[in-house]
């Protein structure tokens, strides 16, 4: 009998802290007409306060997925954190989450792929479950951008907030869950998004903190350009790989990076606007953290054998798009979507 991996559970968080387009009209030369009219973003969420990393997000994603799906900590057998901005360069921050929520029998490691990091990790995660191996994995998407974000730089300031949502996947041999995948990278990406110093190759110094290297490059047109042409190219391609037209497709769960990249991904699938999940307007990108926000906000509109398309598309470059079964009908929860605050 087939085993596939199934997402069985979802949680998530953001922080208080609501960064509107107006107020960032006080910090750089924009207005909330162009933001809205080139990204769709309205506002983001801030996480704010001294000693907050990203494991502050991650750690109430997974307590509320524990919560709803009625697992004791000491039943997961692996953990892992797709962030791009980890609370330190080590120990893991999926290691941090799991001592925070008393996760004591599990291996956990990061993931780090950009934009991407959420698909890949879900991926991987997936592979413990279809050997058998491992009865329940929690995959954790989280970035707390703010942390490498210049405040100064209106390009890249308006895009980014903070957030986390986690999953748990379960054996299924019903036939739902992971069905097929197509990943890829792009080390040829790196000059148009990256972020210069902090790393091995230009360690963090006083010259690096002066001349403003600790913050988030990005070359927008080309990644714009790229963006477009491979989330859509790849979420087609997994279509076409697995039969599947735009009627059988439930809903297109796409990167929260930019409108205007979500259209197009849409539009080259033949997917309505109906059917695309769309948060980006509240949430902005919030790297690994927007499709697990996704699937926490739809959660009560999916329902058993939903066919989902999942793409994404990060600096590196990376991208990638998965087909996935829903494994579950809407449950009752006195909770909302996911916790704010």
Not at 63 to 83: F, N, S
Not at 291 to 319: M, Q, R, V
């Amino acid at each position: 009998m087939k085993i596939t991996a199934a997402i069985t559970g979802v949680g998530a968080y953001v922080p208080d802290y609501i960064l509107t387009n107006k107020e960032l009209e006080t910090l750089v030369e924009t207005t909330d007409e162009w933001i809205v009219s080139r990204t769709g973003i309205e506002e983001r969420h801030i996480l704010k306060g001294e000693n907050q990393g990203t494991s502050v997000m991650g750690v109430k994603a997974v307590e509320q997925l524990l919560a709803k799906t009625g697992t004791k900590p000491e039943e997961i057998d692996l953990v892992i954190c797709a962030t791009t901005t980890p609370d330190l360069v080590f120990p893991a921050t999926a290691n941090i989450i799991s001592a925070a929520v008393g996760i004591n029998n599990a291996f956990s490691f990061d993931m780090q792929a950009a934009c991407s990091g959420f698909i890949f990790a879900l991926t991987t995660g997936a592979q413990f479950i279809q050997t058998g191996a491992y009865k329940k994995v929690i995959v954790i998407g989280a970035d707390k951008m703010s942390s490498i974000i210049d405040y100064t730089d209106r390009a890249t300031c308006i895009i980014f907030g903070d957030g986390a949502g986690a999953v748990l996947l379960e054996p299924n041999t019903e036939g739902l869950g992971l069905q097929d995948q197509v990943l890829c990278s792009d080390g040829n990406g790196e000059p148009y998004l990256h972020q210069k110093a902090g790393g091995s190759r230009r360690p963090s110094s006083a010259e690096t903190v002066a001349h403003r290297e600790h913050y988030v490059h990005q070359e927008g047109a080309t990644v714009f350009k790229f963006a477009v042409k491979n989330m859509a190219d790849v979420a087609h391609q997994v279509m076409e790989r697995n039969s599947l037209t735009a009627d059988d497709v439930a809903w297109l769960v796409p990167h929260q990076a930019n409108k205007r990249i979500i259209d197009a991904t849409a539009h080259r699938m033949g997917v309505g606007e109906e059917k695309v999940m769309l948060n980006i307007h509240r949430y902005g990108n919030t790297t690994n953290g927007t499709i697990p926000l996704c699937l926490a906000d739809y959660e009560s509109k999916l329902h058993k054998g939903d066919n989902l398309i999942i793409a994404a598309f990060g600096g590196g470059f990376t991208w990638g798009a998965l087909y996935l079964k829903w494994a579950y009908d809407p449950k009752p929860d006195p909770q909302s979507a996911h916790v704010m605050g």
